[in-house]
């Protein structure tokens, strides 16, 4: 059984572009939440997407969206790169609120 | 509103034992804790809800005071396996928020 994976694995990109992260969950999980992690600190929660939908969203700014296909994987779109946008960003699955998340290895974005 | 982890950093001696706190000022929907090892993802330990059901690996201990909004987890007779960054996570319905982190080291 495939864990969460994550493409690409590793990302370098300009200040100003534009960036799309791939996450496909776990077998039978179908929420997917998309987290930044900053080297050194706590991953912080971009959103969750439940059902096609945005479920829940944290503290960032409207450059961060998202989608969710029906087969319960996810892209996460960052617009107009900042050099602060340089991060681990991590997925995790899992089978609704209240339940474990499984995360995926991560892809390294570094915006220069 | 993050949670608040203690301590910030402990040392072990494999085979002692550690309580990692974490609270949070917000009423909660669930608590989760989470390890870390240096380059890894998070792996998932523990999950508690309101009401008291938990979910986690055999081997790992935690409690949750919902009153308080508290929860501790407990780590008995520690292996070398155990070092790494410990969050926890809340869950208070509108948000999900991973705390600072706890990093801890046990030495042989």
């Known amino acids: 059984d495939a864990g969460v994976t994550q493409s690409p694995t590793h990302l370098i990109k300009t200040r100003g572009q534009q960036v799309t992260l791939r996450c496909s969950p776990k077998?039978?999980?179908?929420?997917v939440s998309w987290y930044q992690q900053a080297l050194g600190q706590g991953p912080q929660f971009i959103f969750q997407?439940?059902?096609?939908?945005?479920?829940q969203r944290g503290n960032f700014p409207d450059r961060f969206s998202g989608h969710q296909f029906p087969n319960y994987s996810s892209e996460l779109n960052v617009n107009a790169l900042l050099l602060g946008d340089s991060a681990l960003y991590l997925c995790?699955?899992?089978?609704?609120?209240?339940?474990?998340?499984?995360f995926g290895p991560g892809t390294r974005l570094t915006v220069t | 509103q993050q949670p608040v982890q203690s301590p910030q950093a402990v040392i072990l001696r494999e085979g002692e034992d550690a309580v990692i706190n974490c609270s949070s000022s917000k009423a909660l929907y669930s608590v989760h804790w989470y390890r870390q090892k240096h380059g890894e993802a998070p792996v998932f330990l523990m999950i508690?809800?309101?009401?008291?059901e938990q979910k986690g690996h055999e081997k790992i201990s935690a409690s949750f005071n919902e009153k308080k909004q508290q929860s501790s987890l407990y780590l008995t007779a520690s292996q070398l396996s155990y070092s790494g960054t410990y969050f926890c996570?809340?869950?208070?319905?509108?948000?999900?928020?991973f705390g600072p982190g706890t990093r801890l080291s046990v030495l042989p």
């Open positions: 508690l809800l309101k009401g008291g």
């Open positions: 077998s039978g999980h179908d929420t």
């Open positions: 996570g809340t869950d208070d319905g509108q948000n999900f928020v």
């Open positions: 995790a699955s899992s089978y609704d609120r209240g339940y474990e998340q499984y």
């Open positions: 997407y439940y059902e096609e939908e945005e479920r």
